[in-house]
């Protein structure tokens, strides 16, 4: 079973920056889409943000023009530009792939904080 490991979460003041990555265990084919969802404390998971294979992309509503999602490099699939962060951002961010052939695909998460 591939796996999805997320990083490049951590603690950062209202209005930084951060980036996050998401790599497989190996190499995914297939690929119908790619996302980023995210989990608050008491919240459900929401969509952040989608990458299709045909370049689709959407935002919700929330992080339009804050965020920007791309597609990864040999390293790594999918990146999550996050700029002019908010306090309501923290959560625990889910790199999601859908692929032909498989299950669908849920990383472990990686933490969000954003305080002053």
């Known amino acids: 079973q591939v796996q999805l490991v997320e990083s490049g979460g951590g603690l950062v003041q209202p209005g930084g920056s951060l980036r996050l990555s998401c790599a497989a265990s190996?190499?995914?084919?297939?690929?119908?889409?790619m996302a980023w969802y995210r989990q608050a404390p008491g919240k459900q998971r929401e969509l952040v943000a989608l990458?299709?294979?045909?370049?689709?992309?959407n935002y919700a509503d929330s992080v339009l023009g804050r965020f920007t999602v791309s597609r990864g490099d040999a390293e790594n699939l999918v990146y999550l530009q996050m700029n002019s962060l908010k306090p309501e951002d923290t959560a625990v961010y889910y790199c999601?792939?859908?692929?032909?052939?498989?299950?669908?695909?849920w990383g472990q998460g990686t933490q969000v904080t954003v305080s002053s």
């Open positions: 999601h792939v859908n692929a032909q052939g498989l299950e669908p695909l």
């Open positions: 190996r190499s995914i084919f297939n690929i119908n889409f």
């Open positions: 990458i299709r294979k045909n370049d689709y992309i």
